[in-house]
């Protein structure tokens, strides 16, 4: 969808046309094992029309495609899987997919379609943090329960203590407070003293930039450009201006918040400028994909250009990974992407949560999100599993893929975070891990 307006995605006119239909979205209606998306207006409102629907509002296309290319194939795995083991509340449950663009107008249309259109009960989604701030204005007065699997701003907090969110919202991925203290020691621990930091001037990086610098310096770090810091527009094509700026006064360390597609761009001007040298790059995890180091490219003698570049993104270490792991590798081959267990811990409290209400309603799961992700029921990672007990009126208490996805009361969680660094062949390797406590 080209930039299509939020008030045209509400026009019935062209809903009905089926014109706004084909031009945002992807739609997967997932039955048991049947996928079809050659009839998808058809398929995504009638098909289990008593059963729990949901959705998902992802990015396979825009700056953060890479990642959420490998996160997308989870929710439908997770549907398939549960459709397999009965379902929901005694029926299958339907899936619609749409592709947020990672744009928060595209982001905005797709989440009302699926909630006035498609009238999904839940949604897992977004991954920009942007764009689930588009999507939530739109999930809680149609009142669509939205979890995240990747969406770490620390404005959602703030927002949900307000309760501006009444209780619509949730994230299965820490929020950046964690990550930033978590990057902070890590800093510390390298030896930097003085650091600068570049940030996508979205909510994601303006959110991480305050938490880094309010951290770094509480554990004596100095952050140089503290009173001017660089913030990117996440739509410009030419850095460099703002890489001139983020390394001037020679810092010890960059802290580099961005996306792949635009961060490319920036680092690889950075470098051309010459002024990288000497400098360790740190990164985050809007950035982190086996494509990135080589989007970035490689320095005159054939060196990646990131080799040596450290940085941190939210770990997946729960009780459930194993059991994701193989079967990915039996459906899809390979092991589950980046975030691909935190999409798959979102949509298992989607259908926990309905499963535990006795209803396909987004209140009925806004209503049960904490009593099956952290109530004192018995512990189980297995969804099927969880779905059977539920449904012998038992309760549960479900560790994910990802961690143990204990939603508090302002849908955050806590958890661990990965080490990672560039090797000098571009490869990508985890070699340690934090814990922001």
């Not at 990802?402 to 939603?407: A, K, Q, T």
């Amino acid at each position: 969808m080209s930039k299509i307006s939020f008030a045209l995605a509400l026009s019935v006119a062209t809903i009905a046309s089926g014109f706004f239909l084909a031009a945002c979205e992807n739609t997967t209606t997932t039955n048991n094992t049947a996928t079809n998306t050659a009839s998808p207006v058809a398929d995504s409102t009638t098909a289990n029309a008593k059963g729990l629907k949901i959705g998902s509002l992802l990015p396979t296309t825009g700056d953060l495609a890479s990642i959420g290319q490998q996160m997308v194939g989870s929710v439908p795995l997770l549907v398939e899987t549960v459709n397999a083991c009965g379902g929901v509340n005694g029926e299958p449950v339907t899936l619609v997919q749409v592709d947020d663009q990672t744009d928060p107008k595209a982001g905005a249309a797709g989440m009302t379609k699926l909630a006035t259109l498609d009238k999904v009960a839940g949604v897992v989604g977004s991954f920009a943090s942007s764009v689930s701030t588009a999507a939530i204005s739109v999930a809680v007065p149609n009142k669509v329960m939205l979890i995240s699997p990747g969406s770490t701003s620390p404005i959602f907090t703030e927002k949900a203590q307000k309760g501006d969110f009444k209780s619509f919202w949730a994230r299965t991925a820490p929020p950046d407070t964690y990550q930033a203290l978590a990057l902070a020691q890590l800093a510390k621990k390298k030896g930097f003293k003085r650091v600068s930091t570049v940030v996508i001037n979205n909510d994601y990086g303006v959110g991480f930039e305050k938490a880094f610098v309010k951290t770094f310096e509480e554990l004596g770090g100095t952050v140089i450009n503290k009173d001017k810091p660089v913030r990117y527009d996440p739509k410009a094509q030419t850095f460099d201006t703002e890489a001139t700026a983020t390394f001037a006064g020679k810092p010890d360390a960059v802290l580099a918040v961005m996306y792949a597609e635009t961060g490319s761009l920036f680092l690889k001007a950075a470098y051309q400028q010459g002024v990288t040298k000497g400098v360790k790059i740190m990164l985050t995890d809007g950035v982190k994909s086996d494509t990135f180091p080589e989007q970035v490219g490689k320095s005159s003698d054939g060196k990646y250009i990131l080799s040596g570049a450290i940085g941190t993104v939210p770990g997946s270490s729960g009780k459930g990974l194993e059991a994701l792991n193989k079967l990915w590798k039996e459906k899809k081959g390979g092991v589950p992407g980046e975030y691909a267990p935190q999409a798959w811990d979102a949509a298992a409290l989607l259908v926990l949560a309905a499963q535990s209400a006795k209803e396909n309603t987004g209140v009925g799961i806004a209503s049960n999100i904490r009593e099956v992700s952290a109530g004192t029921g018995t512990e189980v990672s297995d969804v099927c599993e969880g779905l059977k007990l539920l449904k012998e009126g038992k309760k549960i208490n479900y560790q994910g893929a990802s961690g143990d996805v204990d939603v508090d009361a302002n849908g955050d969680v806590i958890g661990t975070y990965d080490v990672w660094t560039v090797e000098d062949n571009g490869k990508i390797k985890v070699i340690d891990k934090v814990s922001p406590q």
